[in-house]
C-alpha cells in the first residue's frame, strides 16, 4: 500500500503478546525476550482498520483486548507521517478514543492504541481517518401519501443508504420520523419513531398531517419526501340535539352524515336510560300505539309518532357502518339525543248527578312534568284551556267548548274549574239528557299540541233532589 506522503508502508504487525511471532520490529522482539518468562500471560487488542468522519461529523474508536490481567493501562498515538512517527493523544488514556470536528488536513491520519500491564504492553493494529467531504443520500424506498379510515392503521416506509463522495463508501443512516401539521411549515419528531418503518392507529386529528423520515449519516442529514395522511373519517351529527316534545305528539331526527367513502349505511337505534348498557333497535320502538318510520337517503331521516309519557328520557342515536378499505366494519356513533316528554296530570273530581236547581261542580288541578320539572303548571298563564262537552245533537257526537250560560269556566294558578247550573230557566237545554260528559283541554305556551284529561260524566236529573 502506497501511503499519501510517499514511501511504501509495510505489512502490520501482529498485535499480540506472548504468542508467535509474525512480522515484528525490533522493539517488539526485545518485549518478547523480556516477558518470555510468563509464557501464559498475555494482552490482545485490536481496533477498526478505518473511520470515516466528516467535517462537521464525529466517530468513536473503540478497542477491543483480550488479557489476563485485569485493568490494563490505555495510551493512544497518532501518526501524521504514514507511522513512521507516533506522538502520544493528550488524555486518551481510557479504551475508546472519540475524534470530533475532522478537517482536509485530518485525512488519513493514523490512530492506534497501546495497552500495557506492569513491564507487559502490547500495540495495536492501526486505524486510518477517511474524511469524507460530502455524504449522500438514495432513497430505495419514499413513504407513500395514503387515505386511512379512522381507527385503522397507517404505515410509512423509507429506506435509504448513504455514500461518501471520495472514497464511495456506503454507509447505513440512523433514522427519525418527524410529523408537520401545519403543511411542512415546521416539524416535529416523532416520539420513539427511529426505525426506517413508521406504524400507528389513526384518529380524525391526524387529517391532514405530514410525515417524513430523517436520516443521519457521518454527521451529515437528510430527508426523505413528506407523505399526506388523509384520515376518512365518517362525521355524524343528530339535529335536533335537544328534544323537547309532547304527549301524543311527533318528533324528527336528522342525521347528518360526511365521509368519502364510497359505501354506508345508518341504523338508528334507542335505549331506555343513561344507566342501560343496550342499545336497541328502531324497529322495536313501535307498541301499537307510538310508532317510528325512516326516510330519506340511507335513512336520515326519523320520525317518532304518538309519544307517551313513558317515553320520558329514551336516548336515541344514528349509528353509520361502513367496510371502509379492510374489510372489515366500522362502526361510528352519535352522542345520544335525549328525548324530553312535556305533559300535565289532571285530577278531577269524580262524576255526580245533576239535579234541577242545582249547579255541578268539577275541578281540575294539573303539575307539568319535563322541561318545566318541579314547577306548577300555571293554567291562563301563557298558556290556554278549555272545558269541553260532547254535544249528542250531532251525529256522530262532537266535543264542543262550554259556552258561557251553559258553564261557567274559572281558572286560578294551577286550579281550573266549571259549573255547571240546571235551573228550570235553562231545563230545555239538558232535555232528553241522560248525562253530560265533560273533558278538559290543555295547551303549554309555544306547544302546537293539546292535551286532553277526562273530567267525569254529570248524570242529568229530569227531577228536583228528593
Known sequence: ?????????????????????????????LTLQRLSAWPNNYIQVSIPQSLDVTETGSGGISATVSSSYNSPT??????????????????????????????????????????????RSTTSNWLQVRRETSVSFSFFSQPQSQTVPDGQTASFMAI???????????????YQWQVSSNGGATWANVSGATDYYLQFFVAPTDNGKRYRARVTSLGVTGYSDAAVLTVDAIQVSVSPEVGDHTVDG???????????????????????????????????????????SRSGANYTQLTLS??????????FRAVVTSSGFTGESAVFRTEWEALTISWIDVQSNPGQSLYIGETAQLSATAVATGNTTGSNYQMGQGDSFSWEYLNFANSPPDWRPMVQGFGTVSASGNSAALAISYSAANAFSYSGRESISVRLRANIAGSSSSWIYPGGNITVMQTTRP
Not at 493523544?89 to 492504541?113: F, W
Not at 304518538?306 to 336516548?315: E, H, P, Q, V
Open 250 to 292: 311527533s318528533v324528527q331526527f336528522t342525521a347528518s352524515v360526511t365521509t368519502s367513502l364510497p359505501s354506508w349505511s345508518l341504523e338508528w337505534q334507542y335505549k331506555v336510560s343513561v344507566q342501560s348498557p343496550v342499545w336497541l333497535p328502531i324497529s322495536q320502538f313501535g307498541n301499537g300505539v307510538r310508532s317510528a
Open 306 to 315: 304518538g309519544l307517551a309519557k313513558t317515553d320520558n328520557g329514551l336516548r
Open 160 to 174: 435509504a443508504g448513504a455514500v461518501g463522495a471520495k472514497y464511495s463508501g456506503t454507509y447505513s443512516p440512523t
Open 1 to 29: 500500500m502506497r501511503g499519501r506522503r510517499g514511501g511504501f508502508i509495510g505489512e502490520q504487525p501482529l498485535a499480540t503478546s506472548g504468542s508467535l511471532p509474525g512480522i515484528w520490529r525490533a522493539s517488539e522482539i
Open 74 to 119: 490505555y495510551l493512544w498515538q497518532k501518526s501524521i507521517d504514514d507511522g513512521a512517527t507516533w506522538t502520544t493523544v493528550s488524555g486518551a488514556t481510557v479504551g475508546s478514543l472519540n475524534l470530533t470536528g475532522q478537517t482536509a488536513s485530518n485525512d488519513e491520519d493514523l490512530y492506534r492504541v497501546v495497552v500495557s500491564k506492569g513491564i
